[in-house]
T-cell receptor, first 113, second 117 residues
């Protein structure tokens, strides 16, 4: 399984944008880049995913480097509720044993009021 | 729509006791997963299933067994609990087939906090 590297922790101020980086230099051509987050005392929840192009949804934006060796999750206006551990995961999109989600240690985001 | 439900939410076991954790999903997903999360660490995959009647080992399968007799249920068993199995256990489900967001999103339960003394 291709691995990802994320900073252990980051801090942000409320209502400011947050850029969470992820390096994945061994990504294969078929791997999708997924982001999940885990709020305190909860199970992980899906945030966003993409393959090559930048993606936007109601929660966040995902910016993918042209060579796909890195990506950045962007929270446009951080709120206190965004304080969580954010996981960047590479996932083969089709069926079979390789479809499993393998988590790293993630980035702990602290949001200051 | 309940999503993924884990039973029980909390449990304390004595060393050597056995127990079964139940995971139920109502989204008709093919794939189901069991993870454990130790304090300050990410989730580690224990076992997973790609369909009814099939199971496979993940990263840390030792000391656990699983069964997927029905598509909607995935059971995780501890035959002889050890203090090293004290952890929070998460179940998840997903379906890699189909289109749109449901193609790849995994849904997680709220977790089972297990303490082995």
């Amino acid at each position: 399984d291709a691995k990802t590297t994320q900073p252990n922790s980051m801090e942000s101020n409320e209502e400011e944008p947050v850029h969470l980086p992820c390096n994945h230099s061994t990504i294969s051509g078929t791997d999708y880049i997924h982001w999940y987050r885990q709020l305190p005392s909860q199970g992980p929840e899906y945030v966003i995913h993409g393959l090559t192009s930048n993606v936007n949804n109601r929660m966040a934006s995902l910016a993918i480097a042209e060579d796909r060796k890195s990506s950045t999750l962007i929270l446009h206006r951080a709120t206190l509720r965004d304080a969580a551990v954010y996981y960047c995961i590479l996932r083969y999109p089709y069926g079979g044993a390789t479809n499993k989600l393998i988590f790293g240690t993630g980035t702990l985001l602290a949001v200051q009021p | 729509n309940a999503g993924v439900t884990q039973t029980p939410k909390f449990r304390v076991l004595k060393t050597g006791q056995s127990m079964t954790l139940l995971c139920a999903q109502d989204m008709n997903h093919e794939y189901m997963y069991w993870y454990r999360q130790d304090p300050g660490m990410g989730l580690r995959l224990i076992h997973y299933s790609v369909g009814e009647g099939t199971t496979a080992k993940g990263e840390v399968p030792d000391g656990y067994n699983v069964s997927r007799l029905k598509k909607q249920n995935f059971l995780l068993g501890l035959e002889s609990a050890a203090p090293s199995q004290t952890s929070v256990y998460f179940c998840a489900s997903s379906d890699p087939t189909g289109g749109g967001r449901m193609n790849t999103e995994a849904f997680f339960g709220q977790g089972t906090r297990l303490t082995v003394v």
